[in-house]
């Protein structure tokens, strides 16, 4: 089945969504950061952090900026990518972003 022309993909309305708000973008990624805790969930947030960075510019010109190369870029915000927390932060810098830290809310009862 080819693609209608002109239709959108929802990765493509996606990206598009995210870079025309960024509080939308902001709480996209915070909820997928939030599935880095479990490594079975983990793919998730890496997508969600590469889905932000097409939407801030591309994924060639956030790693041109973050000082690493399109491959490892790719390579890192894969599925199966595994991010040293130096990538991490440089990626985050460079579409407007930073890494906080909040105390984690357990029920008890």
């Known amino acids: 089945m ?3 022309k002109g239709a959108v993909s929802h990765h493509e309305r996606e990206i598009a969504e995210l870079s025309a708000d960024r ?3 902001v709480e996209y990624l915070k909820a997928a ?3 880095l805790d479990n ?3 983990r793919a998730a947030g890496l ?3 590469r889905t932000v960075a097409e939407a801030y510019g ?3 010109a956030v790693a041109a900026e973050a000082g690493i190369s399109r491959e490892s870029l790719y390579r890192t915000l894969s599925p199966k990518g595994n991010p040293t ?3 991490l932060l440089a990626v985050l810098k460079t579409v407007g972003l930073r890494l906080s830290v909040e105390p984690e809310h357990h029920v008890h009862g």
Do not use: Q, Y
């Open 23 to 25: 509080e939308l973008a």
């Open 85 to 87: 927390l130096k990538t």
């Open 33 to 35: 950061m939030e599935s």
């Open 58 to 60: 591309g994924l060639a």
């Open 39 to 41: 490594p079975d969930d």
């Open 47 to 49: 997508l969600a952090l």
């Open 2 to 4: 080819s693609k209608l």
